[in-house]
């Protein structure tokens, strides 16, 4: 087994997963995984740049993961920075930052990439399954974009378009510096709009119509799920592989973007980062169910973490086997 640390920096949040991998076995042990909300894309889609207090948080975060990946003693570390730092103007800022912290410096991948990290770190377990019917939708909807891949064993199609639930409420609810709380009927149809174009677009790369399992990743599709599972708190084993039916995702949904602030912050299983952008979130999901007829979404806890933690463990591996 090779003890590796991946880091997943994105618009939202910031995660670390520390494991023990096997790739010849395929077995993967967790060790530490953690989250933090930190809001790196705070602002990014306005002004273009990492924001001073944004950038605050995720260091701090860092200096955290920092401490436990040395606890652990992991023997490599991949981070892996998504939507917000492409964009910024100031990414350098960000760059140095990290790995002034960390030692390493993130890699800013692009949407491909981070669709094929997500689909090794989403299926690698599903793939063995009868139950499953192939090909597989991976979708992660994130905070500043939306990765969508299609595939069997192996990435068929993908593509990475900026739709993610920060962006579209940045975009859409924003108004005066605050979030409408709730949206209006025309806040709401500015988003659909939005989903809908990026989806036309998706369609002419991805063969969305083909896939027969909806598999949905990170924090907009597991907190949908404990909430429809009625979960007294975020228990991610009975979040991991839960089938969630479109009724419903769609009531959810519809909960999410009729209710006010006050009300979404008492659902136990909702983190508090999330209260104001999960109802934008939720409609991405639910709009990717629609187009594609989805009776159900399978909801994974293992995303791109997982496979940056593949990746890493594979790398390991190769350089201890050269001469």
Request: hydrophobic share 45%.
């Amino acid at each position: 087994m090779t003890r590796v640390a991946g880091i997943d920096c994105g618009t939202n949040s910031i995660r670390l997963l520390v494991a023990d991998c096997d790739p010849a076995t395929g077995e993967l042990v967790e060790l530490d995984r953690r989250m933090t909300i930190v809001r790196l894309g705070q602002g990014v889609d306005k002004t273009g740049r990492l924001a001073p207090e944004a950038l605050e948080r995720t260091f701090a975060a860092c200096r955290e993961y920092a401490a436990v990946i040395k606890e652990l003693g992991a023997e490599r570390l991949r981070f892996v920075a998504t939507s917000a730092s492409r964009d910024a103007e100031n990414r350098d800022e960000f760059v140095q930052g990290v790995l002034g912290i960390l030692g390493v410096e993130p890699e800013v991948i692009s949407g491909d990439q981070e669709a094929e990290f997500s689909f090794i770190g989403a299926t690698k377990e599903l793939t063995g399954t009868t139950h499953m019917e192939k090909p597989f939708l991976v979708v992660d909807i994130g905070g500043g974009s939306t990765e969508f891949v299609v595939g069997e064993e192996h990435v068929r199609a993908a593509l990475s378009v900026d739709v993610g639930c920060v962006r579209m409420t940045e975009r859409h609810l924003v108004v005066d510096g605050a979030v409408t709380d709730p949206p209006t009927a025309q806040q709401i149809a500015a988003i659909k709009a939005d989903i809908e174009a990026a989806l036309d677009l998706v369609e002419q790369t991805v063969p969305l119509s083909e896939a027969r399992t909806l598999v949905g990743l990170a924090g907009s599709v597991t907190t949908v799920a404990g909430i429809a599972l009625g979960l007294p708190e975020y228990i991610s084993s009975a979040i991991h592989h839960a089938r969630i039916p479109y009724e419903q995702v769609r009531e959810i949904t519809e909960r999410m973007l009729t209710s006010v602030h006050a009300e979404r912050a008492a659902i136990p299983v909702l983190h508090p980062g999330r209260v104001d952008v999960i109802g934008a979130g939720a409609l991405v999901l639910l709009a990717i169910m629609e187009r594609i007829g989805a009776a159900e979404v399978v909801v994974s806890e293992h995303d791109i973490l997982d496979g940056i933690a593949w990746k890493t463990a594979e790398e390991v591996e190769a350089d201890e086997q050269r001469p």
